[in-house]
């Protein structure tokens, strides 16, 4: 069955290219409501698969995408219930009915059969063939199409629109929890239909905590506030951070750490062009942060040596940044044949490949003082020389800074996506 949608066609022959299949058959699963523990007939809200959803654009429920190379796609739909129609107005569903994919799977019984996207109950796969076909549609579905690209574009003016708002709030006295809850609803009213992942609001030593959940603390004059929010447009996520002063402005090393991570982070973005390896983008970055650290007396050494030692990633724990669009970390990952480093500078490490045009990356350097870093005693005894921990234990409750923004990479200059959200100095001091 072939799908009316161009881009969907599209993908669909993308796909069967990555395959490059004879006779192997392949489902993709959208995947079944998960039942919330305790809460009777409640279900988490259903968020198909994103390997179903990037072939089929559709979010029903049990839903499985079947590939026959000899064939072609079937896409097997569930009926709308009588209870659907009564509970929550479903209307028909699009595609063959899912009752007769049992007889289609029978039909191909002793061929060679891969399952994507989720589990099949019942439904055993060669795990091999998989894991190959799975890296094959992952590697396919990086570079993104203009109708993923409108989507993105859409996200990221939703994200600005709260980030916008949340900008506004940002005063002594209002709770980390107030600021995202006006956030998400401008995310909403500006065409949002989720966040794309759960809110980041954390001020003081909280925005030193990478993924911090908002709480009832209320902002105080003089410290920072992070902010990492994105809403979420037809599947499609932006995803953006920056750090405000509580205040008028920036203050004493507030100010000068704000200004080595900004020329860090526009440094990075200059460089996201094709093939361009995010790797080596990501070691340039650490060097440079680490060299700015230097340069102000919390490390102690030249920024290659410190970069090689891990001593940078006391401050800068986390990788560059990661693709997004289908989801906030959508398509990352290693080219084949490379494995994760155990480094400490290359650990967190989501993206090891080269960009190509089409991709769209986050650029999201840090520098954070978090204690449980910074007391750590093997840490201190294996960087002894090289941190001025004399200095550094002063900090233990300074908070930390990340900016971020989403990079589409084209054949010339990459283009920001998320430009309408202010990271300037004088922009954000005003």
Excluded at 136 to 143: G, H, M, P, Q, S
Excluded at 419 to 430: D, M, R, S, T, Y
């Amino acid at each position: 069955m072939t799908d009316t949608k161009p881009y969907l066609a599209q993908r669909r022959r993308k796909a069967e290219q990555a395959f490059d299949l004879t006779h192997e058959v392949v489902l993709i699963a959208a995947g079944e409501p998960i039942g919330i523990p305790g809460g009777a007939d409640q279900t988490y809200p259903f968020r198909p698969h994103t390997e179903y959803f990037w072939l089929a654009d559709r979010e029903r429920p049990g839903s499985i995408l079947a590939f026959d190379p000899q064939e072609g796609w079937v896409d097997f739909v569930p009926e709308v219930t009588q209870a659907e129609r009564v509970w929550e107005g479903g209307g028909e569903s699009e595609g063959v009915p899912a009752s007769t994919f049992p007889a289609w799977l029978e039909a191909r019984r002793g061929r060679p059969l891969a399952v994507l996207g989720c589990p099949i109950a019942g439904v055993e796969d060669d795990p091999e063939l998989r894991e190959r076909l799975r890296g094959a549609l992952l590697a396919a579905r990086r570079r993104k199409d203009q109708e993923e690209l409108s989507r993105i574009r859409r996200a990221c003016a939703a994200t600005a629109a709260g980030h916008e708002v949340a900008r506004s709030l940002i005063a002594a006295g209002r709770s980390e929890r107030e600021i995202q809850i006006e956030l998400e609803a401008a995310f909403f009213r500006a065409g949002a239909r989720r966040t794309a992942f759960g809110t980041i609001v954390g001020s003081g030593p909280n925005s030193a905590v990478l993924h911090f959940e908002p709480s009832a603390r209320r902002l105080a004059d003089g410290e920072l506030v992070l902010i990492d929010a994105g809403a979420e447009v037809d599947g499609y996520c932006g995803d953006v951070t920056r750090t405000y002063p509580v205040g008028r402005r920036f203050e004493g090393l507030q100010r000068d750490l704000y200004q080595l991570l900004l020329a860090a982070e526009e440094a990075a973005v200059a460089q996201c062009r094709p093939g361009q390896e995010f790797r080596e983008l990501h070691l340039a970055t650490a060097t440079r942060i680490a060299d700015g650290l230097a340069q102000l007396g919390l490390l102690e050494g030249q920024a290659e040596a410190l970069v090689d030692s891990g001593a940078v990633a006391l401050f800068f724990p986390h990788g560059l940044g990661h693709l997004v669009g289908l989801g906030v970390r959508d398509a990352s990952g290693y080219a084949p044949g490379r494995e994760r480093s155990p480094h400490p500078v290359l650990r967190y490490l989501r993206c090891d490949f080269p960009l190509e045009e089409g991709f769209v990356t986050t650029i999201e350097p840090g520098i954070y003082f978090i204690p449980a870093l910074l007391t750590d005693p093997e840490l201190r005894a294996r960087h002894r020389e090289e941190v001025n921990w004399e200095l550094v234990d002063t900090l233990h409750d300074f908070g930390g800074f990340r900016i971020e923004d989403d990079v589409l990479i084209t054949a010339d200059a990459p283009e920001v996506l998320t430009a309408a959200v202010p990271k300037q100095l004088a922009e954000i001091e005003g």
